[in-house]
T-cell receptor
Framework: QKEVEQDPGPLSVPEGAIVSLNCTYS??????FMWYRQYSRKGPELLMY????GNKEDGRFTAQVDKSSKYISLFIRDSQPSDSATYLC????????????????FGQGTILTVHP | GAVVSQHPSRVICKSGTSVKIECRSL??????MFWYRQFPKQSLMLMAT?????????EQGVEKDKFLINHASLTLSTLTVTSAHPEDSSFYIC???????????FGEGSWLTVV
C-alpha cells in the first residue's frame, strides 16, 4: 500500500464547476500538507500548505485536512480552463530530532481538465 | 511566491558524456534541496536530498556515483549526470526548502535528452 493515495483521474469538468480533489494517507506522522499544481512539462507550483486540521482558504482554493480520517482535499471554486493541470498532494513528517520537516511524499497526481 | 531557478531548461548530450544541472534559490536561503526525476504521466520520484555543506542522501536504487550532487552554498545545488546513457533521458526537477521555514518550492525542471 502506498503511503499516499490519490485518484489519478482524469477528471473533466465544465467551466464554473466546483472541483474536489482528494488524497488519503496511512502515515499518522504526516503533519505538513501541501497541494501543488503542475502544468505539462513544467515544475510543480505551490498552491497551498497547511499544518492543521480544518479548512484554509485562498481565493478560489480551499484546502481541507482531516487528520482523524487521514484525508485531505483541495476544492477549486468557479473553475477555469486555465486550471487544467495535474494536481499533486504532498505531505511530510517532522525530521527526527528536529523542528524541521523531512522529505515530501507525493500522491500520484490527478489530471484535471476544465472545458469551456 | 519564492523563486527557484533551474538551468538549463533543456539539454541534449551524447552518450558517455556528463551534464550538469544547476538549481538556485533566487530570493531565499535553502539549507536543504531535493532532486527529483519524473517520467511521463507519473509523479515525482525523489532521487536525493542535499544539505548545504554535507554529502547528499540518496534514495534506494539511485546510483550516487552516476548522479553526483553538490550543495556548496545556501542558494545553489548541482546535479551532474555522469557517463550519460539514453535511459537517463528524463525530466529532472529540483526543489528547495526555505532555511527560515518549511515551505518547499520547485524549479521549472530540466529536460535531459541523451542521444
Amino acid at each position: 500500500q502506498k503511503e499516499v493515495e490519490q485518484d489519478p483521474g482524469p477528471l473533466s469538468v465544465p467551466e464554473g464547476a466546483i472541483v474536489s480533489l482528494n488524497c488519503t494517507y496511512s502515515n499518522s506522522a504526516f503533519q505538513y500538507f501541501m497541494w501543488y499544481r503542475q502544468y505539462s512539462r513544467k515544475g510543480p507550483e505551490l498552491l497551498m500548505y497547511t499544518y492543521s486540521s480544518g479548512n484554509k482558504e485562498d481565493g478560489r482554493f480551499t484546502a481541507q485536512v482531516d487528520k482523524s480520517s487521514k484525508y485531505i482535499s483541495l476544492f477549486i471554486r468557479d473553475s477555469q480552463p486555465s486550471d487544467s493541470a495535474t494536481y499533486l498532494c504532498a505531505m511530510s513528517a517532522r525530521a527526527s530530532g528536529g523542528t524541521s520537516y523531512g522529505k515530501l511524499t507525493f500522491g500520484q497526481g490527478t489530471i484535471l481538465t476544465v472545458h469551456p | 511566491g519564492a523563486v527557484v531557478s533551474q538551468h538549463p531548461s533543456r539539454v541534449i548530450c551524447k552518450s558517455g558524456t556528463s551534464v550538469k544541472i544547476e538549481c538556485r534559490s533566487l530570493d531565499f536561503q535553502a539549507t536543504t534541496m531535493f532532486w527529483y526525476r519524473q517520467f511521463p504521466k507519473q509523479s515525482l520520484m525523489l532521487m536525493a536530498t542535499s544539505n548545504e555543506g554535507s554529502k547528499a542522501t540518496y534514495e534506494q536504487g539511485v546510483e550516487k556515483d552516476k548522479f553526483l550532487i553538490n550543495h556548496a552554498s545556501l542558494t545553489l545545488s548541482t546535479l551532474t549526470v555522469t557517463s550519460a546513457h539514453p535511459e537517463d533521458s528524463s525530466f529532472y526537477i529540483c526543489s528547495a526548502r526555505q532555511t527560515s521555514g518549511n515551505t518547499i518550492y520547485f524549479g521549472e525542471g530540466s529536460w535531459l535528452t541523451v542521444v
